[in-house]
Every structure is written in C-alpha cells, then in structure tokens.
C-alpha cells in the first residue's frame, strides 16, 4: 500500500513525467507514450476531485422523518451538537447513544 503523500501526488507525478518525456525526447513512441501518461494524469486528477465532491456534499445535507401513526415510530430529530445530557454535561461517547440521552431528557 502506498503512503498518502505519494498516493496525493500521483496524478502530478503522471504530469510531469509526461511532460518531461514530450520535451526531452525526439521518438515518436516515446511522444505517444508521453501523452497517453499526461492523459491518466489528468484522467485519475478529474476521477479523484468528482468523487471527493460527490462524498463531500452529501454528508452536510439535513435529513429529516416525519412523525407517523401506528408501528412506523420514524421522528424529527432535533439534536443540537455537541450533544449534552438532561445534567448539562456534554456527550463525549457513541453518538447514537448520546442522541437517545438527549432525546429521553
């Protein structure tokens, strides 16, 4: 497995190892081989920012149920973080236990 430093940089190391290809070298393979590594660079770079905003986004969208009737028992919850007990004292442990302390206070 690779470091997270090195796994960062690998788009800008494809970069730039093509680029140095297209520059210092006169071989027609070697200029093919130079753009195609450029375009994984800039292929993995696109791939890696898509995805990052696609799990970003998501997570500070606010997801609410509405009160129903009968055995479906789904709710609004409310929760103000940090979480804090009926005493005041804030949560610092699970947090779907610290929810269902400040939920019962």
Known sequence: MLPLSLYELLPYIYLGVGAVGCALFDSELILIAS????????IVLWMRIDYRRNVIEPVFTD????????????????????????????????????????LAA
Do not use: H, M, Y
């Not at 753009?35 to 800039?42: P, Q, R, S």
């Not at 609410?64 to 919850?77: C, S, T, W, Y």
């Open 35 to 42: 753009v195609l590594i450029i375009l994984a660079g800039f």
């Open 63 to 102: 997801v609410r149920f509405d009160k129903r009737e009968g055995d479906d028992r789904r709710q609004i919850v409310t929760t103000v973080f940090p979480l804090v007990d009926a005493s005041g004292t804030v949560v610092t442990e699970n947090r779907r236990v610290g929810e269902r302390r400040a």
